[in-house]
């Protein structure tokens, strides 16, 4: 397939510190047209399945703003300029959240969180034998339960809309996919 | 869990016809701490997973400038004003983009893209035995080819990074779980 747009340019319209919003300008090579498009600047992102000994996940439950709700998620955050690795960044995240470390975090898969509008990608990790270790590590205004779920009830939590996160369900289906060919 | 969050003020940072930046202050209850926070507003979205007769998926593949890069994708997009329902949305949108149309769409998920900092919904369908009926009907600047993908490849392409759509993963990953219950 060819690449259709060729690039004119792009301008910050708005800038904070979690998102820069850019307006760029390509044209079109089959016809000439020449359009504008919003492009979503955001560092990339981590999120963490951690699973423990008696294959319990272990999740967090928060109120988030952007639908003013309740979620019921897995740990993740974004990579921040200290972690040296997504890794290092989704191990940290599961530290912080719920208190719980691993010795055996494995990459299970990446994904563009929405090509059409983001430029940016979340690594997608599961930590085998998840063992609470030490306590929350949480800013001042973070309000975050750990609870832990039984592995065999995520399908249904998923089916009945408890969990809703479309980059925890992007993360579940890597792991269903990740274990079917590890069976194999 | 209590809601942790008093709303204090909205105010619109940014606008443009996909995305509203919204910089919205909070109240923390349980210390008081004020903190501002960054809400993209976006229209509903929609996706849905066409299925033919002799089980292929129609995916569509397609330039995406976010992450500058091809993309293989369900079809999908915002639900518009003059869509009576989601359902609609998802049907004009398979129809539109891939010329496939179905009489059998069953909703089988709602996703959040992202809780966190976004305010939208995107809901999921599969249309069972899709066909092809008409072609696509296109926007000028749109350059979307029809890839027909056996049903029993999608999680190897899922693992070898030749899906990476996010909310792809997560209708693939409704898909599993609807499927799976249907059995039993």
Known sequence: MKRHWNFLESRVAYQNRIVEVREETYRFVPNGIVQDFTVLGFADWV???????????VMIRQYRLGTRSETLEIPGGLISEDDTDPAEAALREMIEETGYHSDEVVHIGTVEPNPAIQNNRCYTYLACNAVPVSGQ?????EAIEVE???RKDI???????CITHGLVLAAFAHLMIYEASSNL
């Not at 590590?137 to 205004?141: A, E, F, G, H, Y």
């Not at 399908?155 to 809309?161: K, V, Y």
């Open 47 to 57: 999120n963490i399945i951690p699973i423990t000994p008696d294959e319990k996940v």
């Open 137 to 141: 590590s949480l800013d001042p205004t």
């Open 148 to 150: 832990l779920v039984d």
């Open 155 to 161: 399908p249904a939590l998923i089916r009945t809309s």
